[in-house]
């Protein structure tokens, strides 16, 4: 019948060998559900992407170096997210605007 032995010995081994790869099965599909979760609730606790950051020096003070979009993946790590109007204000005070993102294009600071 389809292949299957018919001696109660190896078909009781059949029915373990499948059992166990069952439960692997099952185990694989549970820790692929909860990092599926965890993902999904990760994207949902992420922070909004800033529209303005400015990247920050290593000196006193920590000095505004650079100016970047929000989305900029050429920015530091040292970093603070700005608004609009102090993204303008550190590029017309002579702050170096990002040759990547261009903020200073977006922002309409020309320099």
Same mark, same amino acid.
């Given at each position: 019948?389809?292949? =299957?032995?018919?001696?109660?010995?190896?078909?009781?081994?059949?029915?373990?060998?499948?059992?166990?790869?069952? $439960?692997? =099965?099952?185990?694989? =599909? *549970?820790?692929?559900?909860?990092?599926?979760?965890?993902?999904?609730?990760?994207? @949902?606790?992420?922070?909004?992407?800033?529209?303005?950051?400015?990247?920050?020096?290593?000196?006193?003070?920590?000095?505004?170096?650079?100016?970047? *979009?929000?989305?900029?993946? *050429? *920015?530091?790590?040292? @970093?603070?997210?700005?608004?609009?109007?102090?993204?303008?204000?550190?590029?017309?005070? $002579?702050?170096?605007?990002?040759?990547?993102?261009?903020?200073?294009?977006?922002?309409?600071?020309?320099?």
């Amino acid at each position: 019948m389809y292949g =299957i032995p018919s001696d109660l010995p190896r078909l009781h081994t059949l029915r373990l060998w499948h059992a166990m790869w069952l $439960g692997r =099965i099952d185990a694989a =599909i *549970a820790a692929t559900e909860q990092q599926e979760t965890e993902r999904r609730q990760g994207e @949902r606790r992420r922070p909004p992407t800033p529209d303005w950051i400015v990247e920050l020096g290593i000196g006193q003070g920590r000095p505004p170096i650079e100016v970047h *979009a929000g989305h900029c993946h *050429a *920015a530091g790590s040292r @970093r603070r997210t700005i608004d609009r109007d102090q993204a303008r204000s550190l590029l017309s005070e $002579g702050i170096r605007a990002c040759d990547h993102c261009r903020p200073d294009t977006d922002l309409g600071v020309l320099g």
